[in-house]
């Protein structure tokens, strides 16, 4: 016997499988056991039962890490070709007339609808210059986004929404403050920055985006429950949209 385990044991073992060599020792350490060969053989059997118990249950923990790690490393590629495909499709992004579809008659911005009142007055033209300035400036933070520029654009976008608190650009900007805070890994930041266009600003057409987006941060952030009724919400209140169907596609491939 003590052959067979040295046998076992030496340069030869090297090139068995784990399981194999595991095997192998299991059952000489059993045999021994089963004739009396002495308790410190069979002590030597059970704890190598229980190492084994030990080894099995790392085992299925390394799986399950490595799913968790399959699956965020899929949502942190989703997460950069979506911004790659929205920048891609603003190349001509104009803030108040192709962001924001309800600027560019001037209906949903206050600034615009005072500067287009109609009045000639030193306040209309201050109000006008105004609208420029705030224009000027998301131009300025939206160009740092095309450019990959991301640290400055979030500073730009910030100094917008302080500077210009009134402008109807604002919830364009906290859209693309989610977009960058997520790029950025910084989740609750995203989150609050999605989740206030959702609640401040219900009238821009950023909203079916921002909540797919927050839907998509909350499954980042390991908020199952949260993520599916968000991704639900998009689908059910804005079912004609791109978001939804983003939201349904992202829903089949996360199921079971």
């Not at 790392?58 to 399950?64: D, S």
């Not at 008659?105 to 500067?115: L, W």
């Not at 219900?202 to 429950?225: C, E, F, H, I, T």
């Amino acid at each position: 016997m003590k052959h067979s385990l040295v046998r076992l044991c030496g340069a030869g073992a090297l090139v068995l499988p784990l399981s194999v060599w595991a095997s192998a020792q299991t059952e000489s350490f059993y045999n021994q056991a089963a004739t009396g060969s002495g308790t410190g053989t069979l002590q030597i059997f059970n704890r190598l039962q229980s190492q084994e118990q030990d080894i099995n249950q790392l085992r299925g923990q390394i799986e399950e890490l490595r799913h968790q790690l399959e699956q965020q490393t899929k949502l942190s590629q989703q997460r950069y070709l979506d911004l790659e495909e929205r920048l891609s499709g603003s190349q001509g992004d104009s803030g108040a007339s192709s962001d924001n579809s309800g600027n560019a008659s001037g209906s949903g911005d206050p600034i615009t609808q005072a500067a287009s009142g109609g009045s000639q007055s030193s306040t209309s033209s201050s109000t006008s210059a105004s609208s420029n300035d705030a224009q000027g400036a998301y131009q300025a933070a939206f160009s740092h986004v095309q450019k990959r520029e991301f640290d400055q654009a979030i500073s730009a976008f910030e100094a917008f929404n302080r500077d210009y608190p009134q402008s109807g650009l604002n919830g364009n900007a906290w859209y693309w403050l989610g977009e960058l805070y997520s790029a950025k890994s910084q989740l609750d930041k995203s989150s609050a920055a999605f989740s206030k266009v959702i609640s401040d600003y219900p009238q821009s057409n950023k909203v079916p985006d921002a909540m797919y987006k927050l839907g998509l941060v909350y499954a980042r952030q390991g908020k199952g429950s949260e993520s599916q009724n968000m991704l639900k919400k998009v689908i059910s209140e804005h079912s004609e949209s791109d978001a939804a169907g983003l939201a349904r596609e992202f829903m089949q491939k996360t199921s079971g």
